[in-house]
């Protein structure tokens, strides 16, 4: 059992402001995710990471930004949010074994106004 | 082509019917397929997973069905329950697990 948690769960906004999405794992997983769910579900890939100090940009371009300083730790930074940033942002975690296997957070809702 | 394309985006069922979703993938470097499910307010988890050389996979009431010629795998549920009411996600790995997900469907089973 993964325990990746993720703060806030809710967040509402006005635009122009700098918003940090906080992520965390105790499994010490070196391989982090960050995806973008649609309201309509769908999920996308914005960033992730294999380790300290590694972060690539994921399939979906996103104005967002990440950072991974500790191993635990992978925030995700908007430095400007605007209404099309309004979306469930997920936080996922997997082991370095290589199952394919991700552990995803609760995710955080985000309403930009 | 990275998508994985799933069907249908909804699904209703009969408790106690089978539920069936299916997915279809043009990359052939994807080497895991998995599916996750999702509960309102959760996370996707992991519930079942194939890979390409294996053609079904079986656990519980749930089974993978893989062909790998037509590109093409489908998720079925037997015996349906109303707590199996949740979104569900195939994906396509490729890439040192980068996921690929598709569309997801939201299945609702009827008491």
């Known amino acids: 059992e993964a325990d990746i948690y993720q703060t806030p769960r809710y967040l509402v906004i006005g635009t122009g402001k700098k918003i940090t999405l906080e992520c965390s794992q105790t499994?010490?997983?070196?391989?982090m995710y960050w995806y973008q769910q649609d309201p309509g579900m769908e999920l996308h890939l914005i960033h992730y990471s294999y380790g300290v100090n590694s972060t690539e940009k994921g399939d979906l371009s996103s104005e967002s930004t990440v950072s991974r300083i500790r191993t635990e730790h992978f925030p995700l930074t908007l430095e400007s949010a605007r209404p099309s940033h309004t979306s469930q942002y997920l936080c996922a975690s997997s082991r370095p074994q290589n199952t394919g296997e991700l552990f995803f957070g609760e995710g955080s809702r985000l309403t930009v106004l | 082509q990275q998508q994985v394309k799933q069907s249908p985006q909804s699904l209703i069922v009969q408790k106690g019917g089978i539920s069936i979703i299916n997915c279809a993938y043009e990359n052939t470097a994807f080497d895991y397929f998995p599916w996750y499910q999702q509960f309102p307010g959760k996370g996707p988890a992991l519930l079942i997973a194939?890979?390409?050389?294996?053609s079904e996979k079986k656990e519980g009431r749930f089974t993978i069905s893989f062909n790998k010629s037509a590109k093409q795998f489908s998720l079925h549920i037997m015996d349906s329950q109303p707590g199996d009411s949740a979104t569900y996600f195939c994906a396509g790995r490729w890439g040192a697990q980068k996921l690929v997900f598709g569309q997801g469907t939201r299945l609702t089973i009827n008491p």
């Open positions: 194939i890979r390409p050389d294996v």
């Open positions: 499994m010490g997983h070196d391989k």
